[in-house]
């Protein structure tokens, strides 16, 4: 269902559908972006990362990172790093953990927890948002500016 704010609502009904949307997302998604992953314990997070990850060929373990606070994956080309802030008191923990230095072009941040780091974070190219639904969960999608509308226009319609 397409929403006139640039935004895109999907049902989920299960583990595997929410695998292929990271799968989707995928195709679209670049270095130099950054998305935000909102949604509370168990709405899927994760899970939408480690579909993301198998679509750009990584063949490892997927974990979160509640407790490292970061994951870094090297693809080819380019690294992903998985963020979850849940454990952060002070927004600027991101900076004195070093996190301000990930910034860079060769990078796909991927930020569960953003609000944990609000007005440190790089801005966010699309907003991720998962809640359940019933048994189900749905995820709002929102284009944040142009890079992350060309990536909905492209890839998860």
Request: net charge neutral; proline share 6%.
């Amino acid at each position: 269902m397409h929403i006139p704010d640039d935004s895109l609502i999907l049902n989920l009904p299960d583990e595997a559908a929410t695998l292929a949307l990271g799968a989707r997302l995928a195709h679209c998604l670049a270095p130099g972006m950054t998305v935000y992953l909102e949604g509370g314990l168990g709405a899927g997070k994760t899970t939408l990362v480690r579909g993301l990850l198998r679509a750009l060929g990584f063949a490892g373990r997927v974990k979160s990172p509640t407790y490292t606070l970061v994951e870094p994956y090297t693809l080819s080309g380019f690294i992903v790093y998985h963020y979850d802030l849940y454990r952060m008191h002070d927004p600027r923990e991101w900076e004195d953990a070093g996190f301000r230095d990930d910034v860079r072009d060769n990078t796909l941040r991927l930020v569960e927890w953003p609000e944990k780091g609000q007005g440190r974070l790089p801005p966010a190219d699309l907003r991720i948002s998962l809640e359940w639904a019933g048994d189900a969960r749905r995820a709002r999608i929102a284009a944040l500016n142009e890079k992350g509308k060309a990536c909905l226009d492209n890839s998860a319609r």
